[in-house]
């Protein structure tokens, strides 16, 4: 094989869509396995929907997953000229034909007819192109265009079903079958990897493309069509915006990992062969053929997206699990940020070698980073953030809470005050009250990091210090009740 190239094509619409990255990935592994090119073409030509501002989401998502283009990238805006061109062959070809109809008129003329579609009322009235004339495609009667597509085989399509497609409108912009073929042509594009909602649009592309190369007397060189399966909810249906969790971005300023994110993409209707379910870029780009692309629907699992980020996450040496956690408790100037997102911590109040201590324990309990600053604002603040569910269970409907905690209170004001002795010291305090540890340390727990969760109650204690774990407790105790009764035994 030559080397190929390939591309995406998104258009500029506020995010970048989980499915447009799963089809980067396909094409970029492709590339990358056949020592090929990868672009990106920016679909801009609807002005009314396209900002600026969202083609820099596309280019951030990619550079972020790991996969920029190997070429900047390209707007279709710079091929308009090259569209208006190819019209005006095959219409001189008599490839295709104006039409004046309105949607209003079609429709009615179809009321009592037994097709649906365009019924080709136009097709022999020679109107001339100008206002308000429409160009449409002089569809063969019959026949068949046979799509050969490397992951769904060889996909029929009788030619008498294909209504008579318009191709330019009334006010001279080419529709997308004639432009993306137009684009891909310009751009020596060798093989169209897209997702299967296009599949509809490839016998119409086919046929002008046959046209266009009769019209201009050269052989017919088709690129190589795959068309990826579509992606789909719990409810199997086709993922969407309007209803599913689907911007790139959003899983990022989660704190989903982009390893994590390409390798959970990569799983979306191909398989690597094996059993481990981690597999890094080096083995996708070696084991990566289109050929071995399922064409079944793929289940966009988000729960299994984030069990595999947390395996991502506890794969980290512990250098990189403090860098990348970054964003989310330190940010530095300039830095990305999640979008909405600060540490709920002034930045004075934050210790980077505090935050390096219990690193290690948060790493094995998250498996999103967005879930670290909840895991440690403890640290970093005067007074927790009490959560009043927990409050409420732990401490304030349980009858032994205010004595537990100023018996608590008691001890740790002599003993060391170290994980192992915090420990031994609370075991102690909880067999005077007729607790198991596990519901000793619940109230201390929420007294001291102000929810029922989070991680270990005792490395956690020794890291803020006696003097604000003290203080903390006697906080909870009053407000469970005040100073309690001397402590049994």
Known sequence: MDAPRVRIAPSPTGFFHVGSARTALFNWLFARRHGGTFVVRIEDTDAERNREEWVDVIVDALNWLGLPPDEPPVRQSQFAAAHAEAATRLYESGALYGCDCTREAIDERLVHAPQ?????????????????????????????????????????????SIEDFVVVRSNGAALFALSNLVDDRAMKITHVVRGEE????????????????????????????????????????????RRDPVAVELYRDQGFLAPAMLNFLALLGWSPGGDDEMVDLDTMIQRFALEDVNHSPAFFDVAKLTHLNGAYIRALDIASFVEVCHPWVAPRPGEWLPADQVPPWPSERFDPAVFASIAPLIQERVATLGEVPGMVDFLFLDEPVIDPADFAKAIARQPHAAALLNDVLREFEACPFDAESLHRTLVEVGERHGLALRKAQAPVRVAVTGRSIGPPLFESMALLGRDTVRRRLAAAAKAAGGVAAPAPG
């Open 116 to 160: 649906t579609g365009y019924d080709g009322h136009c097709r022999d009235r020679g109107l001339a192109r100008g206002p308000g004339v429409a160009l449409r495609f002089r569809v063969p009667d019959d026949g068949e265009t046979i799509v050969h597509d490397v992951i769904r085989g060889d996909v029929v399509f009788q030619n008498a």
């Open 198 to 241: 296009h599949l509809a649009n490839t016998p119409k592309q086919l046929l002008l493309a046959a046209a266009l190369d009769a019209a201009e007397g050269v052989e017919p060189s088709p690129p190589v069509f795959a068309h990826v399966p579509l992606l789909v909810n719990e409810q199997r249906q086709k993922i969407s915006k």
